[in-house]
C-alpha cells in the first residue's frame, strides 16, 4: 500500500510545531499502525531526521500508553480499538491520513505525538482507591459480591486510562475516565464506606486540573477503546450529588488532593 | 569466590516462613521514615512493594519509564492468578500448589521459596478482593475458578481475560494512595541506567529523566528492583516493547550474580507471525486451551486447504494422542514443542507454515456460541482484528513464542542479590519458577514479593545493618554517574549507518534460531561467535539521532539493545553449560527415545549463577545445589 502522512511536529512542549508531510509505498495491510509509523521511522533514521515521537509499549491494546488523532478522530476510524490495534487494512491504497496528538489544555505536548497525561494519576490519587492496608484482610469469600455487579464493575475497571475520552470530547472532560472509576469501586461492596468520599474528591482534582465540563455531547464513548459507557457519567453525578449534600466537610476538602 | 548462601530459615517446610517472621529483625516504627528505600519499577511487583514498604513508614522513591505507573507491562497479563484457596473442594492445598510449582519448574527452584510462594497465595487473593479488583463470581457471590495449564485442579482467579491490569491497577491505585499521603514520591519517565555501590552496598541508582535527559543520582538505604523480565531479547515477544534487561544487567555488572539466563518459558498460544515488519507477538491467553482443541492435518497435502474441508478422520489432534492425561492442557514446554515439532514434520498450517489450529467448533456445538462468547469474546475480538479471520467460524491459528523469562538476579530467602542492599523482586529475579513457569504464576510470586515478602525482610536487613552516611559527592557515586554520561555520549557519537531496530531483530533471530525453543552444542557455539560480531558491528556501526539532552527514544532504544547485546552472550554461554534438557530448556543431545526432556539430576539440580568478571573476561560460574528434602525428585510426565 501507498499512504501519505501529514504528522505533527513538535520538538518541545514550548516549540511551535507543523504538519509534516511523509510518502510511504512500504505499508502491508497487516501492519498495525503503529508498525507503519515504524517504518516511516526507520526511513527517517536512515536519512538522518528525527523519528516520530509518539508512546505505545504493550501494542495490544491494554497498557493505555498508545493514542493519537487519526484524521481528527481519538485512536483512528475503528470502533471500540486503541491505536496499537488499528491495523492498516481500515484504510484505502493511496489513502491520506492526518496524524495529530491528543489535543487538550490538561494534557500538554512533550514532543510530536507524546503528551503528558499526568494529571490522570493525581485524579487517582484524589482518591480512586479503596484503603486496605496491606496484610490484613478477610477471607475473599466472607464478602459475596453478586455475579452481575461484579460483571458491571467489570465493565468499568477495564478503563485503560489512555485518555482519548478527553481528546474526543468537545469540552476536554474528564469525565468518562473519573466515572469509570467511581463506578468500578461505587458498584462493589468494598468500595461502599469511601463512595461519597471518592466522587468529591475526584471530581474536585478534575476541576483542578483544567478539564473541561461535562455537557453530555457523548464523543467520549464513541471514542473510547474499551467501549465504557456514558452511564458511569450519570454515576457518577448521581454520587457526586447525594455527596455534597452529606459530606459537606469534605467538600472543602476536596481538591487539596 | 564465596558460595552463595540462601539463608534458607532452619525447621520444617511448613514452619518456615513463619518462625523467620518471627525472627527478623524490626525497624523501630519511628525509626521507619528515617530510611529511604527505593524502588525501581512499578508492574505488580515494584507498586505492590512500593505501596506496601510507604504504609510500613519507609520513605520510598519509586520509578518507572512509562508515564504512569498505571502501564507496567504486568497490564497485559489475561489468563489469571493461581491461589491454594481451595475453594472448590477439589483436593487443592498449599502443599499442592507447591508439590505442582516444583514440579513444573522441572526441580530446579528451591524448595523453601517455592512453599511460601504457595502458602502466601492465599493472601494475596484476599487483599486484592480488600482492594476492590473485580475477580470473576459465580451466580451465589462467591469468587469463581478455573484450571489452566498444567494443573489438574481450578485454583486460578481471574477477571475476564484482564486478570494483570485489574491487579495492577489494584497495586497502582494503593501506590497512588500512598503518593498522595507523601509517604512514596513517583518518577515516571525515568529510566535507571546504573547501580551506585558504596563500599560492597547498593546504595542508590543513577537515573536519566527521559524528557529533559538529565542525568541525576538517588541514594538511598536499599534498592529493589522490580524492573521484569528480559524476553525482547529475542526482538519478537509478548512482552511490551519497553521491557528490557538494562537495570538488573547493569546490577550484573556492579556485581549481582545472574542465575539461570537461559531459561525461558516460550508460550503455546500466540498468533503466529505474519511478516517482516512485524514488532510483537500477541499471546493468546492459556484459558482458550479449556475449551479448544489443538490439531494440524494428518497429512502434510492438507495444509493447504480450508480446515473445514478436512474431516475429523484426516486431523492430528497431537497432544490429546501424545498426552491423554492433560491433553490440550499440557504444559506450556511441551505444548510448545509438539508445536513446533508437527510444524517442522512440515504439517503446519498459515503463512509459512508455521502454525497448528486452535479449534473452538465442538465446544460450540457442545455449549452454544454464546457460552463461548462470554467466555472468551474480547479474546476472540482481538484475535479477528489482528488476522482478519473469525475464529467462531474458522479455527484460529496459533505458534509458540517467547514469553517470559525464569532467569534473573539471583536472590537469597530474603530476596537479597549477593549485593547487600539490593533486593531483587518478581521476573527481575530467577526464584520460584525454576526452569519452566506454569500459567498463573508470575503474577502470584509479583504480589507476593510485594506485598507479602520484601517489605518484611527489607526491615530485617535494615534493622540488622548500620548504614554508613553517603554523600553524592561520594567518589564511587561520582564515577557511576559519569559512567552513565560517557555511554550516553559514545552511543550518540557513533553516527553510523544501521537502526537500532535492524540490530535488535538481528540479534532476536539469531537468538530464536540458536537458543530457542530447542538448543544444542553446535548451534549455540555458532552464536557464541555471531553475538560479538554483531555487538561490535552495533558499536561502530549503529545511529543514534538527536541529543541526550531532549526525549529521545532512539537513544533509550540504542541503550536497552546494547544491554541485550551483551545478556544475549550469557544466555547462550548458560544453555551451552547445563548440559541436560530441563523444562523450557531443551538441549537437543539430551532426550528420551521419545522425544522427551531428559534431565540429569546427578550432575545439575543447581542454581546457575554467573559473576561479572570484567569486560572482556569470561563470567564465572558459582553454583548453588539444590537440595531436595520435601519432594521426591520425579521424572516430569503428563502422558
Ligand atoms: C501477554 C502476557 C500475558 C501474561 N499472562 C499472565 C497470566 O495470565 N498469569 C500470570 O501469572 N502471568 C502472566 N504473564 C506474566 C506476567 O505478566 C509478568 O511476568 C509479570 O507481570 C511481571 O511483573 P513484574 O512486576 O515483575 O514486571 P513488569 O510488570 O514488567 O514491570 C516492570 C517495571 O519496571 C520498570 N522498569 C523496567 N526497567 C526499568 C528501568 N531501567 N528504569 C526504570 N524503570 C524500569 C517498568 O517501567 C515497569 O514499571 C503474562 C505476560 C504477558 C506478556
Ligand atoms: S474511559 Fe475510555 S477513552 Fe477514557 S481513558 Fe478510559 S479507556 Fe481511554
Ligand atoms: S500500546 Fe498499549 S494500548 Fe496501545
Redesign the interface.
Known amino acids: 500500500m501507498h499512504v501519505t502522512l501529514f504528522v505533527w511536529r513538535q ?2 512542549p514550548d516549540a511551535s510545531g507543523a504538519m509534516q508531510r511523509y510518502e510511504t509505498d ?1 505499508v ?1 495491510p ?3 499502525f ?2 507503519m509509523l ?2 516511516v521511522n ?1 526511513t527517517l ?2 536519512k ?4 516520530i ?1 509518539f ?11 498508545c493514542g493519537m488523532m487519526i484524521n481528527g478522530v481519538a485512536h483512528g476510524p ?1 470502533k471500540g ?1 486503541a491505536t496499537c ?1 488499528l ?1 492498516m ?1 481500515s484504510f484505502a491504497d493511496g489513502a491520506t491520513i492526518h496524524v495529530e496528538p491528543w489535543r487538550s489544555r490538561a494534557f500538554p505536548v ?2 510530536d505525538l ?1 503528551v ?3 494529571a ?2 493525581r485524579i ?3 482518591g ?8 490484613a ?5 466472607n ?5 452481575h455487579e ?2 458491571a ?2 465493565d468499568a ?2 478503563c ?2 489512555c485518555g482519548a475520552c478527553v481528546a474526543a470530547c468537545p469540552n476536554g472532560s474528564a469525565s468518562l475516565f473519573t466515572a469509570a472509576k467511581i463506578s ?2 461505587g458498584l ?1 461492596p ?2 461502599q464506606p469511601e463512595r461519597r468520599r471518592r466522587a468529591l474528591r475526584m471530581v474536585a482534582q478534575m476541576d483542578e486540573e483544567g478539564f473541561g465540563h461535562c455537557t453530555f455531547y457523548g464523543e467520549c464513548q464513541e471514542a473510547c477503546p474499551k467501549e465504557i459507557s456514558i452511564d458511569t457519567i450519570a454515576r457518577m453525578n448521581r454520587d457526586y450529588m447525594i455527596a455534597t449534600m452529606s459530606h459537606r466537610d469534605e467538600r472543602v476538602l476536596g481538591g487539596t ?1 | 569466590m564465596a558460595e552463595l548462601n540462601a539463608k534458607v530459615p532452619p525447621g520444617p517446610l511448613e514452619r518456615k516462613w513463619e518462625r523467620h517472621r518471627a525472627e527478623m529483625k524490626l525497624v523501630n516504627p519511628a525509626n521507619k521514615r528515617k530510611h529511604t528505600v527505593i524502588v525501581v519499577g512499578s508492574g505488580l511487583a515494584g507498586a505492590s512493594a512500593a505501596a506496601s514498604l510507604s504504609e510500613l513508614g519507609y520513605n520510598v522513591r519509586c520509578f518507572c519509564f512509562q508515564d504512569s505507573p498505571r502501564r507496567a507491562h504486568s497490564i497485559a497479563a489475561q489468563g489469571g492468578i493461581n491461589a491454594a484457596k481451595n475453594y472448590q473442594n477439589d483436593g487443592d492445598s498449599v502443599f499442592r500448589l507447591f508439590y505442582d510449582t516444583i514440579k513444573g519448574g522441572d526441580f530446579r527452584s528451591r524448595e523453601a521459596n517455592v512453599y511460601r510462594l504457595a502458602e502466601v497465595s492465599v493472601n494475596i487473593i484476599d487483599q486484592c478482593v480488600a482492594q476492590g479488583v473485580p475477580f470473576a463470581r459465580e451466580y451465589g457471590g462467591l469468587l469463581a475458578n478455573r484450571s489452566f495449564g498444567g494443573a489438574q485442579v481450578s485454583r486460578t482467579f481471574y477477571a475476564r481475560g484482564q486478570t494483570g491490569q485489574q491487579l495492577l491497577l489494584g497495586a497502582y491505585q494503593a501506590l497512588e494512595k500512598e503518593i498522595a499521603k507523601g509517604g512514596v514520591t513517583m518518577f515516571p519517565r525515568t529510566e535507571m541506567l546504573d547501580l551506585v555501590v558504596v563500599n560492597g552496598r547498593a546504595r542508590g541508582i543513577v537515573t536519566r529523566d527521559m524528557v529533559s535527559g538529565a542525568i541525576e543520582t538517588h541514594l538511598a538505604d536499599d534498592v529493589i528492583l522490580g524492573t521484569g523480565g528480559y524476553g525482547n531479547v529475542y526482538f519478537l515477544s509478548t512482552n511490551a516493547k519497553g521491557s528490557n534487561v538494562t537495570a538488573i544487567w547493569r546490577a550484573y555488572k556492579r556485581g549481582a550474580a545472574f542465575a539461570n539466563p537461559c531459561y525461558t518459558q516460550i508460550h503455546p498460544t500466540c498468533i503466529p507471525v505474519s511478516g517482516e515488519h512485524q514488532s510483537k507477538l500477541t499471546l493468546m491467553s492459556e484459558s482458550l486451551r479449556n475449551d479448544g482443541r489443538v490439531w494440524v492435518p494428518k497429512r502434510q497435502e492438507d495444509c493447504a486447504k480450508p480446515p473445514n474441508q478436512i474431516p475429523e478422520s484426516d486431523r492430528d489432534y497431537y497432544l490429546e494422542r501424545k498426552y491423554p492425561a492433560f491433553g490440550n492442557l499440557s504444559p506450556r514446554d511441551i505444548a510448545s514443542r509438539a508445536a513446533k515439532e508437527v510444524c517442522d514434520e512440515g504439517r503446519g498450517v498459515g503463512p509459512g507454515g508455521r502454525g497448528v489450529y486452535l479449534d473452538f467448533a465442538d465446544a460450540i456445538t457442545r455449549l452454544g456460541r454464546k457460552t463461548i462468547g462470554e467466555r472468551y469474546g474480547n479474546l476472540f475480538e482481538m484475535y479477528q482484528r489482528i488476522t482478519d479471520e473469525n475464529p467462531y467460524e474458522v479455527p484460529m491459528r496459533i505458534y509458540p513464542a517467547v514469553h517470559y523469562t525464569m532467569g534473573g538476579l539471583w536472590v537469597d530467602y530474603n530476596l537479597m542479590s549477593n549485593v547487600p542492599g539490593l533486593h531483587v523482586i518478581g521476573e527481575a529475579n530467577f526464584s520460584d519458577h525454576g526452569a519452566n513457569r506454569l500459567g498463573a504464576s508470575a503474577l502470584m510470586q509479583g504480589l507476593a514479593d510485594g506485598y507479602f515478602i520484601v517489605p518484611l525482610t527489607i526491615g530485617d536487613y535494615l534493622g540488622s545493618t548500620k548504614l554508613e552516611r553517603v554523600a553524592e559527592d561520594h567518589p564511587d557515586v561520582r564515577a557511576t554517574e559519569e559512567a552513565v554520561r560517557e555511554r550516553t555520549a559514545r552511543l550518540l557519537a557513533i553516527n553510523g549507518s544501521r537502526t537500532v531496530m535492524s540490530i535488535h531483530r538481528e540479534l532476536g533471530k539469531l537468538m530464536w534460531e540458536y537458543c530457542g525453543m530447542s538448543r544444542d552444542k553446535a548451534g549455540l557455539a555458532k552464536a557464541l561467535v555471531e553475538i560479538p560480531r554483531l555487538r561490535e558491528e552495533f558499536w561502530h556501526d549503529v545511529r543514534v539521532p538527536g541529543t541526550g539532552a531532549e526525549l529521545n527514544q532512539s537513544l533509550e532504544y540504542a541503550g536497552r539493545v546494547a544491554d541485550f547485546l551483551e545478556l544475549a552472550e550469557l544466555m547462550c554461554l548458560d544453555a551451552l553449560d547445563r548440559e541436560e534438557s530441563c523444562g523450557a530448556h531443551f538441549r537437543v543431545e539430551h532426550q528420551t527415545a521419545d522425544g522427551e526432556a531428559l534431565r540429569n539430576d546427578d550432575e545439575f539440580a543447581y542454581v546457575a549463577s554467573w559473576d561479572y568478571a570484567g569486560a572482556g573476561k569470561p563470567p564465572v560460574l558459582r553454583k548453588e545445589p539444590l537440595v531436595f528434602e520435601n519432594v521426591h525428585l520425579s521424572q516430569r510426565s503428563y502422558k
Open positions: 520538538a518541545g512500504d502491508s497487516d501492519m498495525s503503529l508498525e515504524d517504518v526507520e533514521v536512515g538522518g531526521e528525527q523519528p515521537a508512546d505505545h509499549d504493550c501494542r495490544e491494546g491494554i497498557c493505555g500508553s475503528m480499538t490495534q491495523h487494512r512533550i514532543k507524546v503528558n497525561r499526568a490522570f494519576d487517582i490519587a484524589a480512586g482507591f479503596v484503603t486496605a492496608p496491606t496484610g484482610a478477610q477471607d475473599a469469600n464478602i459475596l459480591v453478586p455475579k461484579a460483571d464493575a467489570m475497571a477495564a485503560i486510562g468500578h469501586l462493589l468494598q468500595g488532593g
